[in-house]
């Protein structure tokens, strides 16, 4: 088993607030994310693919192909947008980092153009991230 990685980066902003939690532990909770007209975050995406090498080709799967894939199903639709209203797979959703991960999750699982869907890592900060495996 080979893993392919393609990183995208975008930037848009979100706002982090849970409607049945009062102002004062909304702010508590989420900080700077709780800002009441949002905020921005540049994003790191790393899409994994996993897979067996294809004889004729020497690859799991063709980086273009995936990269197209990617900017068509994630990235047109989340850059420079605001993640809590602009995102029609994230509609109704926290936009945590989790939340987001798992939404790009669902995005591509069933549109990687060769071997399979194994992580998506999304970085908010330099320091902070998360994988999803769809486990
Ligand atoms: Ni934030």
């Not at 607030?17 to 994310?33: M, V, W, Y």
């Not at 989340?78 to 798992?102: R, S």
Request: glycine share 8%.
């Amino acid at each position: 088993m080979i893993y392919v990685s393609r990183r995208e980066v975008f930037s848009a902003s979100h706002r982090l607030h849970n409607t049945e939690l009062s102002d004062e532990e909304n702010q508590r909770i989420f900080g700077k994310c709780n800002n009441p007209n949002g905020h921005g975050h540049n994003y790191i995406l790393e899409v994994v693919v996993a897979g067996e090498i294809d004889p004729k080709t020497g690859y799991v799967v063709d980086l273009k192909l995936l990269k197209t894939v990617i900017i068509e199903n994630v990235v047109k639709k989340v850059d420079h947008k605001h993640l809590n209203y602009d995102v029609d797979f994230l509609k109704g959703i926290n936009p945590t980092t989790e939340n987001v991960a798992i939404g790009i999750w669902n995005q591509l699982v069933d549109k990687i153009p060769g071997g399979k869907l194994y992580s998506i890592k999304l970085h908010e900060t330099e320091n902070n991230f998360i994988e999803y495996r769809g486990e």
